[in-house]
Every structure is written in C-alpha cells, then in structure tokens.
C-alpha cells in the first residue's frame, strides 16, 4: 500500500459545527502533516507530527486540532471555523527523518465553510 | 529567511513544444530540492528529488537539475497529459518541513 486516504474527500460545514478530517496511511511513515492550500496558492504547512509526537506548528489558529492517535492514523478536528477557512486540505507522509522519496500526499478533502 | 520561487508562474505550450521551468531558493542547509505534479482538486504527486548540485533525474518526457541557487525542470516534446501545476520545494537539513514555490501552471495544447 502506497497511499495516504483522507476522508471525506468533499466537506461543507457551518460556521458552528464541529467536523474532523481523517488521513491515513500504511507504508509505515513515522512523520505524518497537515497542509492547507488556497486556490492557485502552493501547500501551506499547519501541523507536523513526528513519531505521533506533535513537531511542529505553525501558528495555526486554536479552531484547528490536530490529533494523531497511532502511528497509522491522522485526523484534523476542527470548529467555529470562518469561511475564509474554506481551502482544499492535504494530509501527507514521509518516512521520519529519511525523506528520501519526499512526502506521499493524499488526495485532499476540499472544505466549504458556510 | 527561506524562500523558493518559481517562475514563470504559468506557461502555454503547443504539443512538442519544449520548454524549462525555473525554481530559485534561497534555504540555508539545503537537504533536498522536491519536484511535484498537481492535477486540479488533487493532492501534489511527488516526481523526483535533488540532492547536491549538478545531479540530474529524468521520467519520461521531464528532467530535472540542481545548480547551487535553482533547480530546472525540462519537459521534452510534452503531450496534452502533461498539462498540470509543477511544484518545487526545499527541504532544510533540521526538520521536516518542506517550504513549497508558488508553482508553475503548465497548460500544453494539442
């Protein structure tokens, strides 16, 4: 299996609902991320984890969550989000350290927030 | 601070047209330099990496090169199904983090 999946791929969701994307992957990755990307902008980084360890984040707003609950699994949960929020999220991962092949990166789930 | 720049920002090509896309970066300790493909609503899919200047890489109708300061991506004779968004990244020698170019809209016409 060389895949990351997310789910749901498509998500629209009020500004007062609470919703969480899932990622998840096989390949035996130890570093799993969270990007955002806007239309016609390139990936932004929001989260890294490494060995299910959060590494990194990038000063991303509280209304976002990361959690990585194994080493197989990502989710994202999110709440009171603004519309501006509205983006296509990428989950990607790579094999820790050894980014030798780059990040996998899964499909996206494509946010619209009303 | 870390910058990686692509250029030009989009490029209209006839079919057997070739041409080159430019990623500059400016990253202290590089480790790597990542060429992507996106295909519209998809997550990038990853092409090739760059280790030290002077290494090449090729796939079928791309090729990709480092130099100290830019990596260029050439694409041979392209067809119709290379039409996608090119994107180049640098990774750092601490951490993980992949800081992403603005990429490249390549559309080629038949």
């Known amino acids: 299996d060389t895949e990351v999946t997310q789910t749901p791929k498509h998500l629209v969701m009020g500004m007062t609902n609470k919703k969480s994307l899932k990622c998840e992957q096989h390949?035996?990755?130890?570093?799993m991320y969270w990007y955002k990307q806007k239309a016609k902008k390139p990936p932004e980084l929001m989260f890294v984890?490494?060995?299910?360890?959060?590494?990194i984040n990038e000063s991303v707003p509280s209304r976002f969550s990361p959690e990585c609950p194994n080493s197989s699994l990502l989710n994202l949960h999110l709440h009171a989000l603004q519309p501006e929020d509205s983006a296509l999220y990428l989950c990607?991962?790579?094999?820790?350290?050894?980014?030798?092949?780059?990040?996998?990166f899964g499909s996206g789930t494509r946010l619209t927030v009303v | 601070e870390d910058q990686v720049t692509q250029s030009p920002e989009a490029l209209r090509l006839q079919e057997g047209e070739s041409s080159s896309l430019n990623c500059s970066y400016t990253?202290?300790?590089?480790?790597?330099l990542f060429w992507y493909r996106q295909d519209p609503g998809k997550g990038p899919e990853f092409l090739f990496t760059?280790?030290?200047a002077g290494e090449e890489k090729e796939k079928e109708r791309l090729k990709a090169t480092l130099t100290k300061k830019e990596s260029f991506l050439h694409i041979t004779a392209p067809k119709p199904e290379d039409s996608a968004t090119y994107l180049c990244?640098?990774?750092?020698?601490?951490?993980?983090?992949?800081?992403f170019g603005g990429g490249t809209r390549v559309l080629v016409k038949p």
């Open positions: 990607a991962s790579s094999q820790g350290d050894r980014v030798v092949n780059g990040y996998t």
């Open positions: 390949m035996g990755h130890r570093a």
């Open positions: 984890y490494s060995y299910e360890k959060l590494s």
């Open positions: 990253v202290s300790g590089l480790r790597g």
């Open positions: 760059l280790y030290s």
């Open positions: 990244a640098a990774l750092k020698a601490a951490g993980n983090k992949l800081t």
